[in-house]
């Protein structure tokens, strides 16, 4: 997945268009000149109208695949942040009805893409507009001191729950699927960030890959972003009948992190 990290990071040098905003050179450097279907009846996204804390937005997304398709990974891409490419998610066998949130730093206001890409190649594209408080958030002081937020980087937690969010109407997870939720211990500096103490740039390191396998078999794989807030968490849909959960998590700097969790037979 390294290769995605330095096409998104190609993006902190990435010009805007005149009166178009960044997303068609973003969508050009990503897709070339591959068709991108309208995401209608596809894929729901559920993002505020405006933040409430710019350094923690939980935006949500549902995917439904066409009939006889099914998705195999999908993009989230935040057009205006510093490192746009801000999340990717693949599947290891691809699923007709997915769904996924995170908490997400956003720098300023900015269209918010959603692309899917079934597993023969088609893509399907979503877009709505989120409006923000103007705090910067990318390069705002991080909420814990940069030393002692070392000492729990890589810890983890994994919960169980049902969806409840409306756009999972869309993808008809209600009775088939649960959702795991992944809190992750880790500062996710931007490199952007100024030590308070020192007035030296903090280091770049954020969560570069989670890894999450259900039951012995990998499931998916998730590519982060300085985009991931600081402490970050994941939301999947996964099998009702899954019994295992095992992640590792790996940052940039090399730091590897696993959590388990078994669930009991019912």
């Not at 902190?12 to 268009?17: I, K, M, V, Y």
């Not at 206001?109 to 399907?124: M, N, R, S, W």
């Not at 019994?243 to 590897?256: A, F, L, P, S």
């Amino acid at each position: 997945m390294r290769h995605l990290l330095i096409a998104a990071a190609a993006f902190f040098a990435l010009p805007a268009l005149a009166d178009e905003g960044s997303w068609p050179a973003i969508r050009d450097q990503l897709y070339d000149d591959r068709a991108l279907h309208p995401g209608a009846g596809v894929i729901a996204i559920d993002a505020p109208y405006r933040t409430g804390n710019d350094a923690r937005t939980v935006i949500g997304v549902a995917l439904a695949a066409p009939r006889g398709l099914s998705i195999a990974a999908v993009t989230l891409v935040l057009d205006e942040n510093p490192m746009p490419v801000s999340a990717v998610i693949r599947l290891a066998e691809p699923l007709p009805r997915f769904r996924f949130d995170a908490t997400l730093r956003i720098n300023g206001p900015t269209p918010v893409h959603i692309i899917a890409e079934t597993a023969d190649g088609q893509l399907f594209v979503a877009e709505q507009f989120v409006k923000t408080s103007g705090q910067g958030a990318c390069a705002a002081p991080p909420g814990t001191d940069p030393v002692t937020a070392l000492e729990t980087l890589g810890d983890m937690t994994i919960g169980i729950g049902t969806p409840e969010r409306a756009a999972d109407a869309l993808a008809g997870l209600v009775g088939q699927q649960m959702d795991l939720s992944l809190g992750i211990s880790h500062p996710s500096h931007s490199g952007m960030q100024m030590d308070q103490i020192t007035l030296l740039f903090i280091p770049m390191r954020y969560v570069e890959t989670v890894e999450l396998d259900l039951d012995g078999k990998r499931y998916a794989e998730v590519t982060g972003s300085i985009s991931l807030s600081e402490n970050p968490e994941l939301t999947l849909s996964i099998p009702t009948e899954t019994r295992g959960i095992d992640v590792t998590m790996t940052d940039t700097d090399g730091t590897v992190a696993h959590a388990s969790k078994r669930l009991a037979d019912y």
